[in-house]
């Protein structure tokens, strides 16, 4: 009987103080690439959110080194998922006595690491891939410019 080898390691960062949206506009720059242009990435990218995501993408390839013994070389990025956390309420004092809600959202972001020279066996078989019929009629899509909005002319 052969053991299935485990081939992914992830990173899970909870309460990162930010909202959701921003943390996603980030993410989906990065998700399947690979370890080393993800970190040029967030190091260059201009947002608040590439900071705390950097740290765990750092920290998913140490888990994947720690655990796996794998090289960071061969490390790509196979999921990279923001959830909405709690929403922490306060208060401001404003003027006349009157208060004025202050929300502040939280995210949580999961970073999933594959090592893909683990997964060698699993890429020679070919009929392992996406099955045919599960995208039948995608090919059969038709957009039309005029009818989904197009480009308005500014006067």
Same mark, same amino acid.
């Given at each position: ?6 081939? !992914? =390691?992830?990173?899970?960062?909870? #309460?990162?103080?930010?909202?959701? #949206?921003?943390?996603?506009?980030? +993410?989906?720059?990065? *998700?399947? *690439?690979? @370890? /080393? !242009?993800?970190?040029? +990435? ?29 090289? /960071? ?8 998922? =923001?959830? /909405?956390?709690?929403? =922490?309420?306060?208060?401001?004092? *404003? ?12 995210? #949580? +972001? ?8 683990? $997964? /060698?066996?699993? !890429? ?12 039948? @009629?995608? $090919?059969?899509?038709? #957009? ?8 308005? $002319?500014?006067?």
């Amino acid at each position: 009987m052969l053991k299935k080898r485990k081939t !992914e =390691v992830c990173a899970l960062g909870q #309460h990162i103080s930010m909202s959701a #949206h921003k943390a996603r506009r980030v +993410i989906d720059q990065i *998700r399947g *690439r690979s @370890y /080393e !242009e993800t970190l040029m +990435i967030l190091e260059l990218m201009p947002y608040r959110a590439c900071y705390p995501i950097f740290k765990l993408v750092y920290s998913a390839a140490a888990n994947a080194s720690y655990n796996m013994g794998s090289n /960071e070389t061969n490390l790509i990025i196979s999921k990279a998922e =923001v959830n /909405e956390g709690t929403t =922490v309420k306060k208060f401001k004092p *404003r003027a006349r006595g009157r208060s004025y809600p202050i929300k502040r959202p939280t995210c #949580h +972001i999961s970073i999933v690491v594959k090592d893909i020279s683990l $997964d /060698e066996y699993r !890429e020679s078989i070919t009929w392992l891939k996406k099955p045919r019929w599960k995208n039948k @009629y995608t $090919d059969r899509i038709y #957009h039309d410019m005029s009818s989904c909005g197009g480009v308005w $002319d500014k006067k």
